[in-house]
């Protein structure tokens, strides 16, 4: 009889340690295990600093847009800027943009 409670206890451990072994890899590895939630958690840090540059970019657009609305000036720098309008009286120089390659030989016989 004791043989046979020392083969139920050794039964009944190994279950045990089998259940615990399972849960314990479940919770590890499992869909909402730690490798998923410190997965999950570094998506959150990349997304919420997406969120704050889209932030930071739409309070500079609404800077320029007030400051668009409210002044002439600005306005006038972007007509300058973009579209190469000046004043009447003003002249305009300009130059030519700097090239990285070196110059080219000219040979004259040609």
């Not at 004791?2 to 479940?26: D, E, G, H, Q, Y």
């Not at 295990?33 to 657009?61: F, P």
Request: aromatic share 6%; proline share 5%.
């Amino acid at each position: 009889m004791s043989r046979v409670r020392i083969s139920r206890r050794r039964l009944l451990l190994a279950l045990l340690c089998a259940a615990l072994s399972f849960f314990t890899a479940r919770s590890i590895f499992g869909d909402r295990g730690l490798l998923e939630v410190a997965t999950q958690e570094s998506e959150l840090v990349r997304i919420q600093r997406e969120v704050e540059a889209a932030r930071a970019r739409n309070r500079a657009l609404l800077a320029e847009v007030v400051e668009l609305r409210t002044g002439n000036a600005s306005i006038e720098r972007l007509a300058r800027e973009r579209l190469g309008y000046i004043k009447p009286g003003e002249v305009t120089y300009l130059f030519p943009e700097e090239s990285s390659d070196p110059p080219q030989a000219v040979n004259p016989s040609r």
